[in-house]
């Protein structure tokens, strides 16, 4: 151990926000509890995390506690809403491999002193536990989790990673391997999908649940109850049989499903599950340190360290953005239109900003579904214990619905339109608004391809509209897009940033242009591929050709958003940009038939949307390699015009929209950096992005 520490001392870098671990002893009834909280001294939006110092630190205060003959028992917590968030990434950029095994070693020695050391020791989970944050509590003998804890989980696969610090052999061996696939496989490739405490406690993480208002007291309190003897866990046996052979065989399949085959780290995953039936902790701990050095060394780590740079820095600085005090507060808001988007717009803003929230309709029985919609996904809130019965009164009684605007807006700060995709539709919309709100009051636009400048034309204060593009569904995904008109002003501007941040959005300024970002690009993509398959490909070519890629194959993603909205975004793309931009026929007849969806609920072709496709007379069939590489190059040329159009500030824009608003994956950089990886931007464009 010494000879690692000096290692370990080594690589120590400034850069590092060390994690303290502060011991101090708690005595119980019947029970003497060494606790251990780790602070970065931070508040909770800057989490705990773990590099080589912060691993020290911990060492230092675990062989406190195993030499104090007073202590019975060691426990490990976090300081308010944070366990800790895992790794500090900045050991892992800027060592290379020989840092990375450092770190991976030292993560096992220090966390394992904690099962071996010779003293139950209780990991209590009260708020985010990811990564390494979830590894130190899984290597004590006991855990619980408050029950409000808002993301446990181990997100390594999404880094180009693998679990390194024990997870991928302590998982499968408490919870068996079809978990152990769900938490360190399935779940990240699914958008980084996290478990909520409650869940993790289901899940078989945890040994017991608390409430988060005393939970630190009665996780402590059901400690000293183990340790005197009166409280024994119990826990099921682990099935090595066929189950964890079902387990592996399922995990492959979403690794090919979800990543083609691009994922050196999720199948590195899949393997260290695999062989932990077998291995002792030992030999499941060196594979690890094995596999966190070889993914060091691979092209999805350093996308992926890339990616994390953009959503914790880029995202928080927004590009352009103008200075935030000229924001204007926002203390009411009104929503125009009571339909499915209108009411998810009602329940975040009421959830996020906690002001009065007025839905307006054409009539009072549509308006009054619109705050039942809101009410009853409170009551889905409240039944889960994702708020308390006091919080859901109160956002209940914030959120009502209306027909007569002039009652409903006269005093709102921001109003918003969630009507019909249509120009006439929302010009008239803001006409009728723009009569009855004071003149400093936002009107804001969820249109996802319409011209900021031509819906604000006609209107006596142009300057204080702007587009504020969400995506579907509202709650999940993370993107805003905050579209600056010809006349939008910076008040106008700084309000919608800053209301963005409030309602805890991933906020990018875009120029008014047909489509914004991530309907543009993926109209491009759309585009190219219809044309294919019209060409003579079939659609299960097509699907098959972007694992790795984008997050769904595109017909599933078109069936998801809808045929008639694809129709819609790129008749306004053909509109705007014809030598670009395709309105396949086959996509216009399935609309005309009423299609929803290329798939039917078992999940192959819908007969009548093949019947619709209709094959040409001179087909020309590609491979699933020649149609990624035309369509993206496609997106190479699309994204290149963006950039000098300035549509956005830089690339980097262009991959934060498309990893938070497209789902893009973390270990292919979003989308410009996988065409530079790719050589297709040069071959497309004659030039890197990057």
Same mark, same amino acid.
């Given at each position: 151990?010494?000879?690692?520490?000096?290692?370990?001392?080594?690589?120590?870098?400034d850069?590092?926000?060390v994690?303290?671990?502060?011991?101090?002893?708690?005595?119980?009834?019947?029970?003497?509890?060494?606790?251990?909280?780790?602070?970065?001294?931070?508040d909770?939006?800057?989490p705990?995390?773990?590099?080589?110092?912060?691993?020290?630190?911990?060492?230092?205060?675990?062989?406190?506690?195993?030499?104090?003959d007073?202590?019975?028992?060691?426990a490990?917590?976090?300081?308010p809403?944070?366990l800790?968030?895992?790794?500090?990434?900045?050991?892992?950029?800027?060592?290379?491999p020989?840092?990375?095994?450092?770190?991976a070693?030292l993560?096992?020695?220090?966390?394992?002193?904690l099962?071996?050391?010779?003293?139950?020791?209780?990991?209590?989970?009260?708020?985010? @536990?990811?990564?390494?944050?979830?590894?130190?509590?899984?290597?004590c003998?006991?855990r619980?989790?408050?029950?409000?804890?808002?993301a446990?989980?181990?997100?390594e696969?999404?880094?180009?990673? /693998?679990?390194?610090w024990?997870?991928?052999?302590?998982?499968?061996?408490?919870v068996?391997?079809?978990?152990?696939?769900?938490l360190i496989?399935?779940?990240?490739?699914?958008?980084?999908?996290?478990?909520?405490?409650?869940?993790?406690?289901?899940?078989?993480?945890a040994?017991?649940?608390?409430?988060?208002?005393?939970?630190?007291?009665?996780s402590?309190?059901?400690?000293?109850?183990?340790?005197?003897?009166?409280?024994?866990?119990?826990?099921?046996?682990?099935d090595?049989?066929?189950?964890?052979?079902?387990?592996?065989?399922?995990?492959?399949?979403?690794?090919?499903?979800?990543?083609?085959g691009?994922?050196?780290?999720?199948?590195?995953?899949?393997?260290?599950i695999?062989?932990?039936?077998?291995?002792?902790?030992?030999?499941?701990?060196?594979a690890?340190?094995?596999?966190?050095?070889?993914?060091?060394?691979?092209?999805?780590?350093l996308a992926?360290?890339y990616?994390?740079d953009l959503?914790?820095?880029r995202?928080?600085r927004?590009?352009?953005?103008?200075? *935030?005090?000229? @924001?204007?507060?926002?203390?009411?808001?009104?929503i125009?239109?009571?339909?499915?988007?209108?009411?998810?717009?009602?329940?975040?803003?009421?959830?996020?900003?906690?002001?009065?929230?007025?839905?307006?309709?054409?009539?009072?029985?549509?308006?009054? *579904?619109g705050?039942?919609?809101?009410h009853?996904?409170?009551?889905k809130?409240?039944?889960?214990?994702?708020i308390?019965?006091?919080?859901?009164?109160?956002?209940?009684?914030?959120?009502?619905g209306?027909?007569? *605007?002039?009652? @409903?807006?006269?005093?709102?700060d921001?109003?918003?339109?969630?009507?019909?995709?249509e120009m006439?539709?929302?010009?008239?919309?803001?006409?009728?608004?723009? *009569?009855?709100?004071?003149?400093?009051?936002?009107?804001?636009t969820?249109?996802?391809?319409?011209?900021?400048?031509?819906?604000?034309?006609?209107?006596?204060?142009?300057?204080?509209?702007?587009?504020?593009?969400?995506?579907?569904?509202?709650?999940?995904?993370?993107?805003?897009?905050i579209?600056?008109?010809?006349?939008?002003?910076?008040?106008t501007?700084?309000?919608?940033?800053?209301?963005?941040?409030?309602?805890?959005?991933?906020?990018?300024? /875009?120029?008014?242009?047909?489509?914004?970002?991530?309907?543009?690009?993926?109209?491009?993509?759309?585009?190219?591929?219809?044309?294919?398959v019209?060409?003579?490909?079939?659609v299960?070519v097509?699907?098959?050709a972007?694992a790795?890629?984008?997050?769904?194959?595109?017909?599933?993603?078109?069936?998801?958003?809808?045929?008639?909205?694809?129709?819609?975004?790129?008749?306004t793309?053909?509109?705007?940009?014809?030598?670009r931009?395709?309105v396949?026929?086959?996509l216009?007849?399935?609309?005309?038939?009423?299609?929803?969806a290329?798939?039917?609920?078992?999940?192959?072709?819908?007969?009548?949307?093949?019947?619709?496709l209709?094959?040409?007379?001179?087909p020309?069939?590609?491979t699933?390699?020649?149609?990624?590489?035309?369509?993206?190059s496609?997106?190479?040329?699309?994204?290149?015009l963006?950039l000098?159009?300035?549509?956005?500030?830089?690339?980097?824009?262009?991959d934060?929209?498309?990893?938070t608003?497209?789902?893009?994956?973390?270990?292919?950089?979003?989308?410009?950096?996988?065409?530079?990886?790719?050589?297709?931007?040069?071959?497309?464009?004659?030039?890197?992005?990057h």
């Amino acid at each position: 151990m010494s000879a690692l520490v000096e290692r370990a001392q080594a690589i120590v870098s400034d850069a590092e926000r060390v994690t303290r671990a502060h011991l101090r002893t708690v005595t119980l009834p019947g029970a003497t509890i060494g606790l251990i909280t780790l602070d970065n001294g931070e508040d909770h939006t800057k989490p705990n995390t773990f590099g080589p110092a912060s691993l020290l630190e911990l060492n230092t205060a675990i062989d406190a506690a195993l030499a104090d003959d007073a202590i019975d028992a060691i426990a490990v917590t976090g300081k308010p809403f944070i366990l800790a968030a895992g790794a500090d990434l900045t050991s892992i950029q800027g060592g290379g491999p020989d840092a990375v095994r450092t770190v991976a070693e030292l993560g096992h020695a220090v966390f394992r002193k904690l099962s071996d050391g010779g003293k139950t020791s209780f990991g209590l989970v009260n708020g985010l @536990a990811l990564g390494g944050g979830l590894e130190v509590a899984l290597h004590c003998t006991y855990r619980t989790v408050m029950d409000s804890a808002p993301a446990l989980g181990l997100p390594e696969v999404m880094l180009g990673l /693998v679990p390194g610090w024990g997870g991928a052999w302590l998982v499968p061996n408490l919870v068996g391997a079809d978990k152990a696939v769900t938490l360190i496989v399935e779940n990240p490739l699914n958008q980084g999908k996290t478990l909520t405490g409650q869940a993790a406690y289901d899940f078989g993480l945890a040994d017991a649940v608390f409430n988060g208002a005393d939970f630190l007291e009665q996780s402590l309190l059901w400690a000293a109850s183990v340790v005197r003897g009166e409280t024994v866990v119990e826990r099921g046996e682990v099935d090595r049989g066929e189950a964890w052979d079902a387990a592996i065989e399922r995990a492959r399949g979403i690794v090919a499903a979800k990543t083609g085959g691009g994922s050196p780290a999720a199948a590195k995953a899949v393997e260290l599950i695999a062989a932990a039936r077998d291995t002792d902790r030992d030999t499941g701990f060196a594979a690890e340190d094995d596999a966190l050095e070889a993914m060091s060394q691979t092209a999805e780590l350093l996308a992926s360290l890339y990616s994390f740079d953009l959503v914790q820095k880029r995202a928080k600085r927004p590009a352009g953005a103008p200075d *935030k005090s000229l @924001a204007r507060p926002v203390t009411k808001v009104g929503i125009v239109g009571a339909g499915l988007m209108a009411s998810q717009l009602a329940l975040l803003f009421v959830r996020r900003l906690e002001v009065p929230v007025v839905l307006t309709d054409l009539d009072q029985e549509r308006a009054d *579904k619109g705050v039942a919609y809101v009410h009853a996904e409170i009551d889905k809130l409240l039944a889960k214990g994702r708020i308390n019965q006091d919080k859901a009164n109160r956002h209940k009684a914030l959120v009502s619905g209306a027909t007569d *605007k002039l009652v @409903a807006f006269g005093d709102a700060d921001f109003v918003i339109e969630a009507v019909f995709e249509e120009m006439s539709v929302k010009k008239s919309v803001f006409a009728d608004v723009e *009569k009855v709100v004071s003149s400093e009051c936002v009107l804001a636009t969820n249109t996802s391809s319409l011209s900021i400048t031509e819906m604000a034309a006609n209107l006596e204060h142009p300057e204080r509209v702007v587009g504020f593009h969400f995506f579907n569904p509202v709650a999940v995904m993370p993107l805003l897009e905050i579209v600056k008109g010809d006349a939008t002003d910076d008040a106008t501007l700084a309000t919608a940033f800053a209301t963005g941040k409030a309602l805890k959005k991933t906020t990018i300024l /875009v120029k008014d242009s047909p489509s914004f970002i991530v309907n543009r690009l993926l109209g491009r993509f759309m585009s190219e591929v219809g044309r294919i398959v019209d060409e003579g490909t079939s659609v299960g070519v097509a699907d098959g050709a972007f694992a790795g890629i984008a997050p769904m194959p595109p017909f599933v993603l078109l069936s998801l958003v809808g045929p008639a909205i694809a129709l819609h975004n790129n008749e306004t793309l053909k509109g705007a940009f014809p030598d670009r931009f395709y309105v396949s026929p086959a996509l216009e007849r399935i609309v005309a038939a009423g299609k929803g969806a290329y798939y039917g609920p078992d999940g192959r072709l819908d007969p009548e949307v093949e019947a619709l496709l209709e094959q040409p007379e001179h087909p020309v069939v590609l491979t699933a390699e020649e149609v990624r590489e035309r369509t993206l190059s496609g997106l190479a040329e699309e994204a290149r015009l963006m950039l000098d159009e300035g549509v956005v500030a830089a690339p980097q824009d262009i991959d934060l929209a498309m990893i938070t608003g497209a789902g893009f994956s973390f270990w292919n950089g979003g989308l410009t950096f996988l065409l530079d990886v790719a050589g297709i931007s040069e071959k497309a464009t004659g030039r890197r992005f990057h």
